[in-house]
């Protein structure tokens, strides 16, 4: 018998007790399709605090992508602080929906890991596929490999693009691991 991953409203309240229980607080993990002034702050906030300035969305920038089709952003929240965002949105040239942007103020503990499960586990709920390009020629590949992205091409440059071919057994790898409580 296969057992089927949760609707996603249910995979939300697992991932926030499994996060609240590895965290020892309280997270909150809120889905946003719009961006409004408090949310822009916060991905800011965060965005600034972990990466370089030169990679850093100005509003405009940031304003371009939240416009796009089927904008999606995960805002986690520890004990009422923002801590972790993930956003990204549907190419409906590719057919696909494009992970655009993960980032946490905890390192290690799964935050960012557990927040781009949900999104591809959303993308799997919707019927989307999701394909990554690496454009920065950061060492993304090995941490995309563990959530189940096969590379596809790589250049000279560095340059890597990953898809994720959904199968249930992926999904469910992926709800076991990133999202399921195991008290």
């Known amino acids: 018998m296969t057992q089927t991953i949760p609707p996603f409203p249910e995979l939300v309240i697992?991932?926030?007790?499994?996060?609240?229980?590895?965290?020892?607080?309280?997270?909150?993990?809120?889905?946003?399709?719009?961006?409004?002034?408090?949310?822009?702050?916060?991905?800011?906030?965060i965005d600034h605090e972990k990466f370089r300035q030169e990679l850093w969305y100005s509003s405009d920038e940031l304003d371009t992508r939240t416009?796009?089709?089927?904008?999606?952003c995960l805002l986690a929240s520890l004990d009422g602080r923002a801590v972790a965002f993930n956003y990204g949105y549907e190419d409906e040239a590719e057919d696909t929906f494009f992970s655009d942007t993960t980032a946490t103020l905890i390192?290690?503990?799964?935050?960012?890991?557990?927040?781009?499960?949900?999104?591809?586990?959303?993308?799997?709920?919707?019927?989307?596929?999701?394909e990554e390009l690496d454009e920065k020629g950061r060492p993304l590949t090995r941490i995309w490999g563990r959530l189940g992205f096969e590379t596809?091409?790589?250049?000279?440059?560095?340059?890597?693009?990953?898809?994720?071919?959904y199968t249930p057994q992926r999904m469910r790898m992926l709800y076991e691991k990133y999202i399921r409580d195991e008290q």
Do not use: P, W
Request: charged share 25%; glycine share 10%.
């Open 14 to 45: 697992e991932a926030e007790k499994r996060l609240s229980r590895l965290l020892g607080g309280r997270c909150v993990i809120s889905l946003h399709r719009e961006l409004d002034d408090n949310l822009r702050t916060v991905i800011q906030a």
């Open 67 to 72: 416009r796009k089709t089927g904008f999606l």
């Open 107 to 130: 390192e290690g503990k799964r935050v960012g890991s557990t927040l781009f499960a949900l999104e591809i586990l959303h993308s799997y709920h919707r019927g989307q596929t999701t």
């Open 152 to 165: 596809v091409s790589s250049d000279a440059s560095g340059s890597v693009e990953m898809v994720l071919v």
